[in-house]
T-cell receptor, first 115, second 113 residues
């Protein structure tokens, strides 16, 4: 059961344009959402997050939007740069049964930014 | 500042051999610790997480086990590796207070022959 889905395995965007990466989730208990960026042979690095009490969070070129009623979030990168080319993982977090917070990751979307 | 160390970076093991991957965190106390696996072309699958010494939660039934013998040490083990255990294994930590991002190590590429 995929609780976090990234339906686009890849996305290609021209440098300077906007990149929009999408993510859907099914579990209404998720209350914290994150985006990670991953280069080959490295661990993911945290990019930006949003709490379920907000619908938008912005950090420089990166903005995350959350639509709770649709159980959908998106990451906007504008303007896109060639260095943004990487795999982007959407993640959703909820409190686990034994305490702590359990985070579920989507399958990732590979972003290509063409110069 | 906090750092996470994971080793080895790559490992080639025969089927049926044992496994021990180690992860240590520096610069923080009582972190939440996680083991993930990324199979080829797939996302990150949570294998185990721990909120304290000796406390392990298993997310999927499998051939692997985890242990946390010290506060900042997390070990992933297997007694007999299967071909299906091949993948990219990632250790991560997060602050214990509330919802916090996870910070990942550089991963171990495990190939089973």
């Amino acid at each position: 059961d995929q609780q976090v889905k990234q339906n686009s395995p890849s996305l290609s965007v021209q440098e300077g344009r906007i990149s929009i990466l999408n993510c859907d989730y099914t579990n209404s208990m998720f209350d914290y959402f994150l985006w990670y960026k991953k280069y080959p042979a490295e661990g993911p690095t945290f990019l930006i997050s949003i709490s379920s009490i907000k619908d938008k969070n912005e950090d420089g070129r990166f903005t995350v939007f959350l639509n709770k009623s649709a159980k959908h979030l998106s990451l906007h990168i504008v303007p896109s740069q060639p260095g943004d080319s990487a795999v982007y993982f959407c993640a959703a977090s909820a409190r686990g049964n034994t305490g702590g917070f359990k985070t579920i990751f989507g399958a990732g979307t590979r972003l290509f930014v063409k110069a | 500042s906090q750092t996470i160390h994971q080793w080895p970076a790559t490992l080639v093991q025969p089927v049926g051999s044992p496994l021990s991957l180690e992860c240590t965190v520096e610069g923080t106390s009582n972190p939440n610790l996680y083991w993930y696996r990324q199979a080829a072309g797939r996302g990150l699958q949570l294998l185990f997480y721990s909120v304290g010494i000796g406390q392990i939660s298993s997310e999927v039934p499998q051939n692997l086990s985890a242990s946390r013998p010290q506060d900042r040490q997390f070990i992933l083990s297997s007694k007999k590796l299967l071909l299906s255990d091949s993948g990219f294994y990632l250790c991560a930590w997060s602050e214990v207070r509330g919802n916090q991002p996870q910070h990942f190590g550089d991963g171990t590429r495990l190939s089973i022959l």
